[in-house]
């Protein structure tokens, strides 16, 4: 088992940026592959950016590439979400997951955060 706990979120301005945390506890860190989703209210929960085991191969969703950054520290137990240019479509509850690989299908993980919520006003 691993516990996992976000934190980062908040309300920010149109064009700002936020990091997000999601410290991870319990089994070995390094050996799941990590992944960030998120679910604004009355959507589905989707796909956001997701790192694999050692870090070597990344995946992003279309709509967040070149704006966010996934990372992972293993030596710390945390992956962390950068968000640069957010723009008020991105407001939602962030997730962050650990499973065996990235993959877009919310039902392969089995671990999940609490979530954080991040607002981002126009």
């Known amino acids: 088992q691993v516990q996992l706990v976000e934190s980062g979120g908040g309300l920010v301005q149109a064009g700002g940026s936020l990091r997000l945390s999601c410290a991870a506890s319990g089994r070995a860190f390094s050996a799941y592959a990590m992944v960030w989703f998120r679910q604004a209210r009355g959507k589905e929960r989707e796909f956001v950016a997701g790192?694999?085991?050692?870090?070597?191969?990344?995946r992003y969703a279309a709509f967040v590439k070149g704006r966010f950054t996934i990372s992972r520290d293993n030596t710390k137990n945390t992956v962390y979400l950068q968000m640069n240019s957010l723009k008020p479509e991105d407001t939602a509850v962030y997730y962050c997951?650990?499973?065996?690989?990235?993959?877009?299908?919310?039902?392969?993980?089995?671990?999940w955060g609490q979530g954080t919520q991040v607002t981002v006003s126009s």
């Open positions: 997951a650990a499973g065996v690989v990235v993959t877009t299908t919310m039902n392969e993980y089995r671990h």
């Open positions: 790192i694999t085991q050692s870090g070597g191969n990344i």
